[in-house]
Structure formats: structure tokens, C-alpha cells
């Protein structure tokens, strides 16, 4: 059971903690020390890289928490994993519009130096990883906080 837990926290942490790292410290300094022909090219491969770790992480935390969940069959279900669920749910939503929907856009852009075209992609990425965190870290106060 704790070896589940385990996973399930630490795919967690890799999600949220690479949606912070890449919003908070990666992108803002790109911006301002790499003009859009370095730039982009750069955070559409370390998206390429992010995405592959999370949709790993995401097969995990759905696996683990499915499993917990399997193990409550016939018992009361904690209100707060019926809340992690809906919130990882809706992230995974918004995961699939970026992952599905804008990051072809940018690696398309970036293929034809298409230097506006990959900034109007990271434009509308940028916002949903940024509400994708905010609901990670609700998921974690959820989680530690609801009684």
C-alpha cells in the first residue's frame, strides 16, 4: 500500500513540479535572454521531454488511485479522493487540449521557423499550464488539508 502511495505522490510531484519549474523559471528567463529563433525551438523540446514525463506520471496516478480507490469497494469513499478525482480529472482534460491542440502547433511552427505562429502557440499554452498548477496545488491542499 505505501509503495502505491508512493508512486501516486511521486508522479504527482513530477507533474506539478515540472508545470512550476517550466512556468516559473524556465519560460520567463527564455523570454528575456533568448530571441523567438533560440527560444522556441528550445521549450518546444523540453515540452517534447515534459510531455512524455507526464503522461507516464498521469498512467501512474490514475493506476494508483484507481487501485485505492478498489480497495474501498462496499466502504464509504473519503470526500476528498471523490475531490482529487474530479480536479485530476479536469487537469488531465487541459493536459490533452495542450498536449493534443497547441504543442502540435508549436513543434509545427518550429519545424518552418515560423517564429509568430510558435509565440501564438506558447501564448495559449502558457495560461493552462498556469491553471493546471493552480488546480495541482488545490489537489495537494485537498489532499493534506480536507479533514
Request: aromatic fraction near 10%; hydrophobic fraction near 65%; include cysteine.
Amino acid at each position: 500500500m505505501r509503495i502505491l502511495v508512493l508512486i501516486h505522490l511521486l508522479a504527482v510531484i513530477v507533474w506539478i513540479g515540472g508545470m512550476f519549474f517550466a512556468h516559473v523559471c524556465l519560460r520567463p528567463v527564455a523570454a528575456e535572454q533568448l530571441p523567438p529563433p533560440q527560444r522556441l525551438p528550445l521549450l518546444s523540446a523540453v515540452l517534447g521531454r515534459f510531455f512524455n514525463a507526464v503522461s507516464i506520471a498521469i498512467v501512474a496516478i490514475l493506476a494508483t488511485g484507481l487501485w485505492r480507490f478498489g480497495e474501498f469497494s462496499g466502504l464509504p469513499i473519503p470526500w476528498r479522493w471523490h475531490a482529487m478525482a474530479g480536479i485530476g480529472a479536469l487537469m488531465i482534460v487541459i493536459y490533452l487540449v495542450i498536449l493534443l491542440n497547441y504543442y502540435p502547433r508549436l513543434k509545427a511552427a518550429v519545424a518552418v521557423q515560423d517564429w509568430p505562429a510558435g509565440g501564438a502557440a506558447m501564448n495559449a499554452i502558457r495560461p493552462l499550464v498556469l491553471v493546471n498548477l493552480n488546480l495541482g496545488v488545490l489537489t495537494v491542499a485537498v489532499a493534506l488539508l480536507g479533514g
